[in-house]
Every structure is written in C-alpha cells, then in structure tokens.
C-alpha cells in the first residue's frame, strides 16, 4: 500500500499536469487560433496587407519582416501541440 507521502506527490504532479493541459487547451489553443483567423482575414485582402506592411515597416520592432516570422513560430507551435494531443 503507498504511504501518505506517494498520495500526496502523486496528487500534487497530477494536479500541476492538468493546470497545465487546461492551460494549453483553453488560453494558448484558443489564443493562436484567434490570431490565424485575424491574420488569415488579413492576408485574404491584398488592399489590406499592402497597409499593414506599410505601416509595420516604419515599426522599430514589428516590421513586415518579424511579423511573417513569429506568425510562422506561432503556427509551428500550434501544429506541435495538435500533434502531442492538445
């Protein structure tokens, strides 16, 4: 029979691991889909990216340039985790 202190790890593992899975479902899943469908309504509108990459090349940091990569880390990420099972 497993003492107190293995119940007690065990629940305290189990719980962070279910924190964190309800975390990744509902706040980053549902964040990145969010910015796929904004950026997916954007990129449909050729009038539309041309003034966004107008204006995101006079940023300092957001150019046309950092946007088009992070969006690329962003859709990575959300393949990774439809992948794992998220």
């Given at each position: 029979m497993a003492s107190q202190?293995?119940?007690d790890?065990?629940?305290?593992l189990r719980s962070q691991?279910?924190?964190c899975e309800g975390l990744i479902?509902?706040?980053?899943k549902n964040e990145l889909a969010k910015?796929?469908?904004e950026a997916e309504a954007i990129m449909a509108e050729p009038a539309r990216v041309a003034a966004v990459t107008?204006?995101?090349d006079q940023h300092h940091?957001?150019?046309s340039a950092a946007i088009i990569a992070y969006y690329n880390r962003l859709m990575t990420l959300q393949a990774y985790l439809v992948a794992q099972g998220f």
């Open positions: 202190q293995a119940w790890d065990f629940n305290t691991m279910d924190y479902s509902a706040c980053v910015v796929q469908a107008a204006l995101a940091k957001w150019t």
